[in-house]
């Protein structure tokens, strides 16, 4: 018999199947902002709406040898947790004490913006090489758990 995976787990799991629709060709993240147990957002990684992804055109971080967890603004992509923030904002849903699950750590740039977005938890799976945004996670009173999780 199949252990019924908790709360935390289900939505994690939920955030790697969102993660398949990233268009990055070094990771695919995923992003689910829950509040009250119920989805209220989603997001992934890729490019702004209506310009041509890393899938179509390559990785300018490739190109340019940037190493993971440096120079976040030589991206094209738009992280999987400002994509769920964005989308709850454009269709009116407030994130203010919701939980995020993400697949990866959030970077320094998105935890401000999960902070500013009065997100209260953030649940991930994957470390991050730049561990700032935890710095400014606890600074900020936001509750942070690393779930060990295998994607399905």
């Known amino acids: 018999m199949t252990q019924r995976p908790s709360l935390d787990e289900y939505f994690l799991e939920i955030a790697f199947v969102v993660g398949k629709r990233a268009t990055c ?14 989805i209220i957002s ?10 041509d992804h890393c899938l ?27 994509n769920a923030i964005i ?11 919701a939980t995020l699950y993400c697949t990866h750590q ?23 090489p730049d561990t700032d945004s935890l710095d400014f996670f606890r600074d900020a009173s936001v509750e942070v758990e690393h779930i060990l999780f295998e994607e399905i």
Do not use: F
Not at 25 to 38: F, M, P, Q, T, Y
Not at 69 to 78: F, I, L, M, W
Not at 87 to 97: F, I, K, M, N, Y
Not at 109 to 117: H, T, V
């Open 42 to 51: 989603t997001g992934y990684n890729g490019a702004p709406r209506g310009m």
């Open 87 to 97: 989308q709850a904002a454009l269709h009116g849903v407030s994130t203010d004490g």
């Open 56 to 82: 179509e055109i390559g990785c300018m971080r490739e190109q340019e040898n940037i190493p993971s967890g440096t120079r976040h603004e030589k991206c094209r992509a738009v992280h999987a947790e400002q």
């Open 106 to 128: 959030p970077c320094i740039l998105c935890a401000k913006m999960i902070i500013n977005a009065s997100i209260e938890r953030v649940v991930y799976a994957t470390p991050y």
């Open 25 to 38: 060709l070094r990771n695919n993240v995923g992003a689910v902002i829950v509040r009250d147990k119920r």
